[in-house]
């Protein structure tokens, strides 16, 4: 047994070894089965220390390897990605994929961003998966970059990092995931601030006040599947579902028998871990911003926070693809209208209803069972008879979320001892036949036909990142709508 000054030795060995020391050590390790050992554990924290040392010596002089910067310059990255590398974890979800992956990989990495724009709430039943889709997605992020927690309390970021003792540490470019969140945290005080605002606090400590700042915003994204987030809440995180249907269930069923057979779970490409790395914090302009407001409906004030979470998901894709992308004279990064439609994809997964209202899967199954049955009436007792997946006070509190956010209506009527009841039915405004259409980059240039200003779709030029260079080319902006196909889609007033 190694004594305490032979273990110091070791650890300070460990320190004089080249990156491909490091990493050959570490895998003579993984070959011979022995990675719970301290000695790979530690070669592990050197390879993450050595790794981020060595990228921000490489960023600061302003160099990429060759090949990390093939695929930084790759314009399919994100579909590759989110279409083909998480195949090898996740079956099917490609939505969902994407949602998750355009908020942390590239949300994390825009300046000039609504605070609360990428915070996630994964929402469903249990078991449906959602920590396991999660954490498989960010599991492609640099370790450096994400943190998960299994549990937390409510008041953790009033103490966790505290600048006092780590002045150099800021939550700005982290990604923080919180599984399974429990619904005293995700609607108390401290963790709601943390979410909009970063924290600031006042404790008592043996009976003395301290001041407490945490520097820095991370994105937030968390799971839950009892928890129901009040409205004030729900503007401050969007919330995405998964796919709870048999045809998803039956694939990943094949997908396990799959891994079981090979005796391996596949593992998603280092290169491109590496790659993200090298993505920077970045501001980022929409050329073409001032053309999309009128295409979105405004009849919730909810759209208040919904609109500019969209142009920020726009951002977040400009951010991703940095490295492709022009940079104009002040040093901001130039979305095109490939970014549009990434963005448009993903809030459409996050739009359940045309007021973009993000609703939760119990909050989905009570709308689902008003449209199908349009002149449903009836007190909260009455309508729990049909609508047994859900609590009588669970199914009440989210009536009334209902309510609050104009999809639902209330009136008092008599019940048979002539007595006032408060009944619910669906909103005289809303009908359930319509649904929400974000128009493609394609319909929105060709309303704006004469107004020829945009930015193309893709560079004409390799560009280096982060260099200003000339602003975009004035005559590319309809040309570069050649790229985009599909169905077109209807544009709502």
Same mark, same amino acid.
């Given at each position: 047994?190694?004594?305490?000054?032979?273990?110091?030795?070791?650890?300070?060995?460990?320190?004089?070894?080249?990156?491909?020391?490091?990493?050959?050590?570490?895998?003579?390790?993984?070959?011979?089965?022995?990675?719970?050992?301290?000695?790979?554990?530690?070669?592990?924290?050197?390879?993450?220390?050595?790794?981020?040392v060595?990228?921000?010596?490489?960023?600061? #002089?302003? $160099?990429?390897?060759?090949?990390?910067? #093939?695929?930084?310059?790759n314009?399919?990255?994100?579909?590759?990605?989110?279409?083909?590398?998480?195949?090898?974890?996740?079956? +099917?979800?490609?939505?969902?994929?994407?949602?998750?992956?355009?908020?942390?990989?590239?949300?994390?990495?825009?300046?000039?961003?609504?605070?609360?724009?990428?915070?996630?709430?994964?929402?469903?039943?249990?078991?449906?998966?959602?920590?396991?889709?999660?954490?498989?997605v960010?599991?492609?992020?640099p370790?450096?970059?994400?943190?998960?927690?299994?549990?937390?309390s *409510?008041?953790?970021?009033?103490?966790w990092?505290?600048?006092?003792?780590?002045?150099?540490?800021?939550?700005?470019?982290?990604?923080?995931?919180?599984?399974?969140?429990?619904?005293?945290?995700?609607?108390?005080?401290?963790?709601?601030?943390?979410?909009?605002? +970063?924290?600031?606090?006042?404790?008592?400590?043996?009976?003395? &006040?301290?001041?407490?700042?945490?520097?820095?915003?991370?994105?937030?994204?968390t799971?839950?599947?009892?928890?129901?987030?009040?409205?004030?809440?729900?503007?401050?995180?969007?919330?995405?579902?998964?796919?709870?249907?048999?045809?998803?269930?039956?694939?990943?069923? &094949?997908?396990?028998?799959?891994?079981?057979?090979?005796?391996?779970?596949?593992?998603?490409?280092?290169?491109?871990?590496?790659?993200?790395?090298?993505?920077?914090?970045?501001?980022?302009?929409?050329?073409f911003?001032? #053309?999309?407001? #009128?295409?979105? *409906?405004?009849?919730?004030?909810?759209?208040?926070?919904h609109?500019?979470?969209?142009?920020?998901?726009?951002?977040?894709?400009?951010?991703?693809?940095?490295y492709?992308?022009?940079?104009? $004279?002040e040093?901001?990064?130039?979305?095109?209208?490939?970014?549009? $439609?990434?963005?448009?994809?993903?809030?459409?997964?996050?739009?359940?209803?045309?007021?973009?209202?993000?609703?939760?899967?119990?909050?989905?199954?009570?709308?689902?069972?008003?449209?199908? $049955?349009?002149?449903?009436?009836?007190?909260?007792?009455?309508?729990?008879?049909?609508?047994?997946?859900?609590?009588?006070?669970?199914?009440?509190?989210?009536?009334?979320?209902?309510?609050?956010?104009?999809?639902?209506?209330?009136?008092?009527?008599?019940?048979?001892?002539?007595?006032?009841?408060?009944?619910?039915?669906?909103?005289?405004?809303?009908?359930?036949?319509?649904?929400?259409?974000?128009?493609?980059?394609?319909?929105?240039?060709?309303?704006?036909?004469?107004?020829?200003?945009?930015?193309?779709?893709?560079?004409?030029?390799?560009?280096?990142?982060?260099?200003?260079?000339?602003? &975009?080319?004035?005559?590319?902006?309809?040309?570069?709508?050649?790229?985009?196909?599909g169905?077109?889609?209807?544009?709502?007033?």
């Amino acid at each position: 047994m190694a004594t305490k000054n032979e273990n110091e030795k070791q650890s300070v060995d460990y320190n004089y070894l080249g990156h491909d020391e490091v990493r050959a050590k570490m895998k003579g390790h993984e070959d011979a089965g022995t990675t719970e050992t301290e000695e790979y554990k530690a070669l592990q924290k050197l390879d993450g220390t050595w790794n981020f040392v060595e990228r921000s010596a490489v960023i600061a #002089k302003g $160099e990429i390897p060759d090949d990390i910067m #093939k695929i930084l310059k790759n314009t399919q990255l994100f579909n590759e990605i989110t279409d083909n590398e998480f195949d090898k974890k996740i079956v +099917g979800e490609k939505e969902t994929r994407k949602v998750i992956f355009l908020c942390a990989a590239g949300g994390r990495c825009v300046k000039n961003n609504q605070i609360a724009s990428y915070n996630l709430l994964v929402n469903d039943d249990a078991g449906v998966g959602k920590d396991y889709v999660v954490a498989a997605v960010l599991d492609i992020l640099p370790t450096e970059q994400y943190i998960h927690k299994t549990r937390i309390s *409510p008041a953790v970021f009033t103490y966790w990092h505290n600048p006092q003792y780590e002045p150099d540490w800021s939550w700005d470019g982290k990604v923080f995931y919180p599984e399974d969140i429990s619904e005293m945290v995700l609607n108390s005080d401290v963790f709601k601030v943390m979410c909009s605002k +970063g924290s600031s606090a006042t404790v008592v400590i043996k009976q003395r &006040a301290y001041e407490i700042d945490i520097k820095g915003k991370p994105v937030m994204i968390t799971t839950t599947a009892s928890a129901t987030p009040n409205p004030e809440l729900a503007r401050r995180f969007a919330i995405l579902n998964l796919d709870s249907s048999e045809d998803q269930t039956k694939l990943i069923m &094949a997908r396990h028998s799959q891994f079981k057979k090979k005796g391996t779970i596949p593992e998603y490409s280092p290169d491109i871990t590496l790659a993200l790395s090298y993505l920077q914090q970045v501001r980022v302009k929409i050329p073409f911003a001032d #053309k999309i407001d #009128k295409h979105f *409906p405004t009849k919730n004030v909810i759209m208040r926070t919904h609109y500019p979470r969209f142009l920020d998901f726009i951002s977040a894709s400009a951010a991703f693809h940095q490295y492709q992308r022009s940079i104009d $004279e002040e040093g901001f990064v130039l979305a095109t209208g490939t970014d549009y $439609e990434i963005a448009r994809a993903c809030f459409l997964k996050l739009s359940s209803n045309k007021y973009m209202i993000p609703l939760t899967i119990t909050q989905k199954n009570i709308l689902d069972k008003f449209e199908k $049955e349009p002149m449903l009436k009836g007190s909260a007792s009455g309508l729990h008879a049909k609508m047994g997946f859900v609590s009588l006070p669970a199914l009440l509190t989210n009536l009334g979320h209902l309510v609050r956010y104009g999809i639902l209506q209330t009136d008092i009527e008599k019940d048979l001892s002539n007595r006032d009841i408060e009944v619910y039915s669906l909103a005289t405004a809303y009908n359930p036949s319509e649904h929400l259409e974000i128009p493609r980059f394609e319909d929105i240039m060709q309303v704006h036909l004469g107004e020829n200003t945009l930015a193309p779709l893709q560079p004409l030029l390799p560009l280096e990142p982060l260099t200003p260079l000339a602003p &975009a080319l004035e005559d590319g902006g309809i040309k570069g709508i050649q790229g985009i196909q599909g169905k077109k889609g209807t544009v709502i007033e």
